[in-house]
Each structure stands twice: as C-alpha cells, then as structure tokens.
C-alpha cells in the first residue's frame, strides 16, 4: 500500500522534485521521523525527492556529507561537533530524538539492583563516540565504576549490539531500538532506561555543510517537522510507517517499539535544538575527552531553518494523517 501525505497544499509534479541525499548511520526505529517524513510524503510535499543511504557508521554519515555525496546527514551531533573542532565546514540543522534513546538489555537471570552490578560484567555497546556508549560511561562513572577495568565495554557496530547477547557473548548489552524490544521478544529483560537521565538531551541531529542551498534545507526542514507533528497525533499511522520500513521484523516488535519510543518522548515534537539539550550532549563528550572543550552553541547550531519554520507547526493540514492512493 502506498502512503500519501494529506498536507493541504499540492505538491510538485514528479519532475520538479529537487533530488536530495540523506546518509543516515544506521536503519533505526529511533530515526523514525525520517522515514515517517520520507514515506509519508511530507518532504515530497516541500518539492523534495529524498533518498536515504544507510553508511553503516556515524563517522562514515558524516564523511558522505563532507565529500558532498550527501546533502545531509544524520546522527549524534557529537560527531558533527569533533569535525568542527577541527575544521570541518558542518552544521547541525534539526533535532531528531531528544532525549537519550537507549536502555539496558539482560539475561533473564542476570540480577540488576543498581548500576553496581554491572562490576566484572562484559557489555556489549556501540563504538565510541556513539552516544549510547558514551552515556554508558559516563554512567558506570557517576556510580563509581571505572569503565577501562571494572566492565569489560566490547564494541561492535552500531546496530549490531543485539547479535553477541542473545549469543550468550555477553549478558548485558546497551541497545536501540529495535534492538531493544527484539531481545524482550527473545526473553531479555530491560533493567535500566537512559532516558531518565535527560528530559532534553540532543540524541540524533541532521548535519548538512555550511554551504548548503538554504532553500534546500528550509525545504527539508520543514518537512520534517511536519513529520514530527504528525507522528505526535497519528501514532497508529505511525506504527504502519515502521512496519514498512521493517519488514522483516515481526510486526508486535515494530508496534512495541515505537510505542516505547512515544510513550518515553524520545522523539523530537521539535526540529528546534535548544541550547541546554545541545550542551547537556557535548558535555558528555567534553567529560570523557572526545571534545577538548564545550563548543559554542551557534558555531554548531543553526537554527535558521527551525526558527523559520514556525508556521509549520501551526498548520493544521499536516495532522490530518496519511491517506492511501
């Protein structure tokens, strides 16, 4: 079934549509806005054509951006943040997830009171400096555990943390979604949710280059908020959206996933990035090293295209929901 955006407006004819390119880090439940965006037509009804490549890799999205085989890019805005430190022409342009978007996957016999009981244990999480890793650490710190030698953190590609713990690799694994509600089905238990930690916190963020066409990016822009808009008041036609992307992944996966990611609002309601979940987000890294200091906000951040997309937010058409052609 194809999905149609009823957005009000007409969209452009099919040859008009300006072609865009997204690298994305990895296929994600947490990037759902997106795809809601992508296959609910709210960027096709901007006059966008956008295709979404997965890099496998946030450093791998974000160099696909830099070599201009991108036009945006999208994952933590740390990376965004480190290539700019040291020289990179990059920006980060609308909010994604916004509050962390990770939990704590164990064994069904694994006894969890508190983080301490992860002392001597082997963990599986994403490589550094992914931020459900780093959050990881910086965890395991704040409740007195040395994350170099009283855990044993093995990283893996992001996306592919699931695959060691129901191995038995491991007993405890940091996970996205759907990772997440994968290994409840497999008889995994979740013992602790990040998302407790930050009511704003900048988790996934579109880059582009600081020389992006500007009518580009408030196109996109634009239409991904009103993606963000519907998914708020549509969260059934939300789930249909991810069972498409997901396919092979059993339906009660998907639906619980999402509905996790809802209920939890892990999922922006804003393409706006507010200053303080921005900095709790490079605080972060500052604190485990990756960042030499906290970089300013608007050397970062522009929120040019958020700002102007005001009107957006305010137009009913975009809550009407999808319709099938």
């Known amino acids: 079934m194809a999905l149609a955006c009823a957005c009000g407006a007409m969209a452009p004819a099919r040859a008009e549509y300006r072609k865009v390119v997204l690298s994305q880090l990895f296929q994600s439940i947490q990037l759902l806005p997106v795809y809601v965006a992508i296959d609910g037509g709210f960027f096709r009804a901007q006059g966008l054509d956008v295709t979404k490549q997965t890099a496998g890799s946030a450093n791998a999205a974000l160099s696909a951006l830099i070599s201009k085989s991108a036009d945006f890019s999208l994952h933590g805005p740390e990376w965004t943040a480190i290539a700019a430190e040291k020289g990179a022409s990059v920006q980060v342009v609308a909010s994604v997830v916004s509050r962390p978007s990770f939990w704590i996957a164990a064994a069904p016999d694994f006894k969890f009171q508190s983080v301490s009981d992860l002392k001597g244990e082997t963990v599986v999480a994403g490589l550094m400096p992914t931020t459900s890793t780093s959050l ?190």
């Open 136 to 325: 990881f650490m910086k965890l395991l710190k704040q409740n007195g555990l040395e994350p170099k030698t009283d855990v044993k953190i093995t990283q893996v590609q992001i996306g592919s943390e699931l695959g060691p713990l129901l191995a038995g690799q491991a007993r405890v694994a940091v996970l996205y979604q759907p990772g997440l509600d994968q290994a409840v089905a497999q008889g995994m238990k979740v013992v602790y949710g990040f998302s407790q930690l930050y009511d704003e916190y900048t988790v996934a963020a579109i880059s582009t280059r600081k020389d992006v066409d500007p009518d580009t990016a408030q196109r996109f822009v634009t239409g991904l908020q009103n993606a963000l808009v519907f998914m708020q008041d549509n969260p059934e036609r939300t789930k249909d959206i991810a069972r498409q992307e997901f396919p092979s992944l059993p339906p009660a996966v998907v639906d619980a996933a999402v509905t996790r990611m809802l209920n939890e609002h892990i999922y922006s309601t804003s393409v706006a990035i507010s200053q303080k979940a921005f900095e709790a987000a490079m605080q972060t890294q500052v604190d485990l090293g990756n960042l030499k200091a906290m970089p300013g906000y608007t050397d970062v951040v522009n929120d040019t295209y958020a700002r102007k997309d005001t009107h957006a937010r305010k137009d009913t058409h975009t809550r009407k929901g999808l319709s099938a052609n």
